[in-house]
């Protein structure tokens, strides 16, 4: 099983953590599976940006990203050559490192 090294964040793992998730499971149900509550307003639909990540190793690893992804990718806070969505990028059988960064664009959460 892949294991996702998630580089220290303030908010969703302030000491950084490591989790193990199958191939074929999404960054971001790897996570929320394993209580690191990362932001994912759509549902992990492909229809918002805020389950963005920046994959600091292992890309290539990864499903490519389809035209969806990269035109939403296009409105990410924060964007880098290396960037997904994590509900759309599925594991193969390389262990990753990602970045969440500090700051997605969610207006829900930002009216409060």
């Given at each position: 099983?892949?294991?996702?090294?998630?580089?220290?964040?303030?908010?969703?793992?302030?000491?950084?953590?490591?989790?193990?998730?199958?191939?074929?499971?999404?960054?971001?149900?790897?996570?929320?599976?394993?209580?690191?509550?990362?932001?994912?307003?759509?549902?992990?639909?492909?229809?918002?940006?805020?389950?963005?990540?920046?994959?600091?190793?292992?890309?290539?690893?990864?499903?490519?990203?389809?035209?969806?992804?990269?035109?939403?990718?296009?409105?990410?806070?924060?964007?880098?050559?290396?960037?997904?969505?994590?509900?759309?990028?599925?594991?193969?059988?390389?262990?990753?490192?990602?970045?969440?960064?500090?700051?997605?664009?969610n207006q829900v959460k930002e009216g409060h």
């Amino acid at each position: 099983m892949p294991i996702i090294k998630i580089l220290p964040h303030p908010e969703y793992c302030p000491r950084g953590a490591q989790v193990s998730a199958p191939a074929g499971t999404s960054i971001c149900e790897a996570l929320l599976d394993n209580n690191i509550k990362i932001e994912h307003a759509c549902d992990m639909v492909c229809a918002c940006t805020t389950c963005h990540v920046i994959v600091r190793e292992g890309y290539s690893s990864l499903n490519a990203p389809d035209e969806n992804e990269e035109d939403l990718l296009d409105r990410a806070w924060g964007l880098e050559p290396l960037s997904r969505l994590s509900c759309q990028a599925v594991l193969a059988q390389q262990d990753v490192v990602v970045e969440i960064p500090k700051y997605s664009i969610n207006q829900v959460k930002e009216g409060h």
